[in-house]
């Protein structure tokens, strides 16, 4: 391997192939800590014509790679075998803005911006990049679009797949496809970018996209309820579309039980509503004239004041100032960290159609609780588009391996619920290494099949990211 290691050297200069464990440790494990591996190489491409000079010598040492944006999967989708087999290779250093474009309102963004500047760079020209997920300060584009991420505000705009005009791929073999188009109608064969969307870097490796946008944002109007159930939240959820669907951002779930994991855990947070079994942040946006500020802060109080009445709401904050809006959302944005700290958990990133939320809490809770006495249930998410993390934390004081010895019998029991309901496992963190193996139960036969065809088509040798997705014994066939 030391001839691929120079070569790499040589295409890509010294400083873009890291080897020493102490520069690769940071690229060989998880957000997670599920999986930790050790890499070859980690190398780091400044261009596209990099990456595809690394990958086609990659493809002819016939060695794997593993593609890395901001290392936040929460289902091991970018880590490398512990073997010393594999490449990672980061888009971190691919940061360039490479047009925005006020008229068609799209920006073209190379792979390792993270999403948090793309966002600052669309409202920097007065626009907004419609799409938002909590580990947004890390997460970079290139990753995003790889793991068609959904976010906060998936009931209005769409997940990741839905904001993608154009896309630039390197290929398995090295081959660049240049398809950074602009189109907003483009029926031209195969809408094939939304083949590399969603396919966790498995069918070949995006370095730019051309994303649409949102005229900017002039006003938002954002309020906190606590709310006595589920039922209720979907009350709220029809009340605000039948007002003004077009204003309605996001419309965020907590559990009375994962907002306490957020307020012990993290410093500075704070409820700003009684206590309650469930809670609810609705956030509201305009495009319009300074007037139209004053109008949404007051269709979102009439709705609440209605809600409140109608007992729907049990209590309701509206954010007074920016630094109260981020203060709340700060409490929603705080989850996952918040659950990392509180010790072992279980991750359940599932979604049901809406209407049956209610009964999916409800089953869902009680299973668990037969399961494992004493569990800490802390759902959270996006319940406006039926996406809920059913997330499971140790008991209290327990031993956290003991609970993590009952992960596949919790697991199976959440899952149980969600087929009964028509759901789906995995709603929009993906596949990845860790559920691989519900593929086939979920996905088997037919489908499964044209997804594998579709792989060898693309990546015949299956160099790329080669163990997520496929359960093992489907990737040997
Ligand atoms: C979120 O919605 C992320 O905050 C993380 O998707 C979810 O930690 C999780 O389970
Ligand atoms: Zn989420």
């Given amino acids: 391997m030391t001839s ?75 880590v490398p075998s512990d073997d010393g087999s594999e490449i990672v290779l980061s888009l971190e250093r691919m940061r360039a803005l490479r047009e925005i474009d006020t008229v068609d309102l799209t920006m073209t963004v190379e792979a390792g911006v993270t999403l948090a500047a793309a966002q600052a760079m669309a409202v920097e020209a007065g626009m907004l990049l419609p799409l938002s997920i909590s580990s947004e300060g890390s997460a970079q584009i290139g990753g995003v679009l790889a793991t068609n991420a959904g976010g906060n505000n998936t009931l209005r705009f769409g997940n990741a797949r839905d904001l993608v005009l154009g896309l630039e791929v390197v290929l398995a073999d090295g081959q660049i496809w240049q398809g950074l188009r602009h189109l907003h109608k483009d029926n031209t ?200 993390h059913f997330n499971l934390v140790q008991p209290e004081g327990a031993d956290g391996a003991g609970f993590l010895a009952q992960s596949d019998a919790l697991m199976d029991a959440v899952a149980d619920v969600v087929q009964r309901l028509s759901g789906s496992f995995s709603a929009e963190h993906g596949v990845g290494r860790l559920k691989t193996g519900m593929m086939k139960s979920w996905r088997g036969g037919v489908e499964l099949g044209l997804m594998q065809r579709i792989k060898a088509a693309l990546d015949p040798a299956s160099l790329l990211n080669p163990r997520v997705i496929f359960p093992a014994e489907q990737a040997e066939d």
């Fill in 189 to 388: 064969g195969y809408a094939l970018r939304q083949i590399f969307v969603g396919s966790e870097g498995t069918l070949g490796i995006i370095t730019a996209a051309v994303l649409r946008l949102q005229p900017g944002v002039t006003a938002r109007a954002t309020a906190f309820c606590a709310l006595p159930s589920v039922e209720q939240a979907l009350a709220l959820l029809a009340r605000l579309r039948a007002r003004d669907a077009g204003a309605l951002h996001a419309f965020e779930y907590m559990s009375g039980g994962s907002v306490d994991l957020v307020l012990a855990e993290i410093e500075g947070t704070a409820c700003p509503v009684d206590p309650a079994p469930h809670f609810i942040l609705v956030d509201c946006a305009t495009s319009g004239p300074q007037a139209a500020a004053a109008s949404l802060a007051d269709m979102l109080e009439g709705v609440l004041g209605e809600a409140l009445e109608a007992g729907e709401l049990t209590d309701a904050a509206l954010a007074q100032n920016d630094a109260q809006r981020l203060a709340f959302w700060k409490i929603r944005e705080e989850h996952a960290e918040a659950q990392k700290r509180a010790g072992a958990s279980i991750k359940n990133d599932i979604s049901v159609p809406l209407a049956a939320l209610p009964d999916l809490m409800q089953a869902a809770t009680a299973a668990c609780q037969a399961l494992v006495p004493g569990i800490r249930i802390a759902p959270f998410g996006h319940l406006g588009d039926g996406n809920i």
């Fill in 4 to 78: 691929l290691l120079d070569d790499l050297r040589v295409a890509l200069g010294d400083s873009a192939v890291l080897t020493d464990p102490g520069e690769t440790a940071g690229y060989s494990s998880d957000w997670r800590r599920l999986y930790s591996g050790r890499p070859l190489a980690v190398i780091r491409p400044r261009d596209t014509a990099g990456v595809a000079a690394a990958v086609k010598l990659c493809a002819e040492a016939g060695v794997s790679i593993i593609p890395q944006g901001g290392n936040t999967s929460m289902v091991g989708g970018a």
